[in-house]
């Protein structure tokens, strides 16, 4: 459904998301946070690259874990360029901080490291605010003599 | 720490800072320019959108700052505790980025958008302590 609200008159915001654009949304978390951690861990395997070693840091992407990190960071890339494309920027930065919530709960699910009590209100505060701005707007647009800026394409179906 | 270290951490993590929100703006101000990937595919197909991307000079100005920022995050890590670049640098460039959005990009940062950043912000700060 497209909601074309009236706010002031030098601009107007639209719910521009649908469920593949959410989706996409989850892949800029699961990319980026499971691309720092295969990219680490696969640093970590390799070990410390000092000054004469540095062809090291060269052959470092073809450890497979680190190849499974970049391919990661660049599913966590093209996703977040499409995103930006179609949602405001304060959008899309806080509703993909999940993605820390993510890194403290299976830090204590898979490995058993235990969560303070300050880490869980945290987790708490991050989930209100995610939820918080994907309820809200997701595009300001510009009204221009030629139409709305950046052009969108609303076809109704595909708005549900 | 001595008074000279701490200032290297501060102008590392300043630097660092900035970089990070130039590049995120410069891409969201060429994301803008571009238009919806979605429209431009069903008009112009995969490679439009390429194009689009490609021919934007925006997009190549934030690829550089976030590059820079890279190498910058990496040079960092190696003189300073990851536990102290991390949640500093992510937190003032969120909050850089949130006001930078509102006055650079001139995007409608209502007050349910104020409230969540720093909801998540604080969040930030606490997980990451």
Do not use: C
């Not at chain 2, 900035?18 to 803008?32: E, H, I, Y």
Request: glycine share 8%.
């Amino acid at each position: 459904m497209q909601e074309v609200q009236q706010s002031t008159p030098a601009h107007r915001h639209v719910h521009s998301m649908n469920f593949l654009r959410y989706l996409l949304l989850a892949f800029i978390v699961i990319g980026s946070t499971f691309g720092d951690v295969y990219v680490a861990k696969g640093m970590k395997r390799i070990g410390e690259i000092s000054v004469h070693r540095l062809g090291d840091l060269i052959l470092a992407p073809l450890h497979p874990y680190v190849a499974l990190g970049i391919a990661l960071l660049a599913l966590f890339y093209f996703s977040y360029l499409a995103s930006l494309s179609w949602a405001d920027l304060s959008y899309i930065m806080p509703s993909t901080t999940f993605g820390y919530v993510l890194t403290a709960l299976l830090a204590h699910f898979m490995l058993g490291e235990r969560v303070p009590l300050t880490r869980w209100i945290g987790i708490a505060m991050i989930s209100l605010g995610v939820g918080l701005i994907t309820g809200g707007h997701s595009l300001t647009v510009v009204p221009t003599p030629e139409g709305v800026s950046p052009h969108l394409e609303m076809k109704p179906e595909a708005r549900s | 720490m001595n008074h000279h270290s701490l200032l290297t951490t501060w102008v590392m993590i300043l630097v660092l800072v900035g970089l990070n929100s130039a590049g995120d703006m410069s891409t969201a101000k060429a994301m803008r320019r571009v238009g919806d990937f979605g429209a431009i595919r069903r008009r112009a197909g995969l490679w439009g959108v390429v194009r689009g991307v490609l021919t934007e000079p925006w997009f190549f100005i934030g690829l550089t700052a976030m590059t820079l920022s890279f190498f910058t995050m990496l040079a960092a890590l190696s003189i300073i505790d990851l536990s102290i670049v991390i949640p500093a640098s992510a937190s003032m460039s969120f909050l850089l980025n949130l006001i930078g959005a509102k006055f650079i990009l001139k995007e409608h940062v209502t007050k349910r958008r104020w409230i969540s950043g720093i909801l998540v912000l604080g969040g930030i700060v606490l997980l990451r302590t």
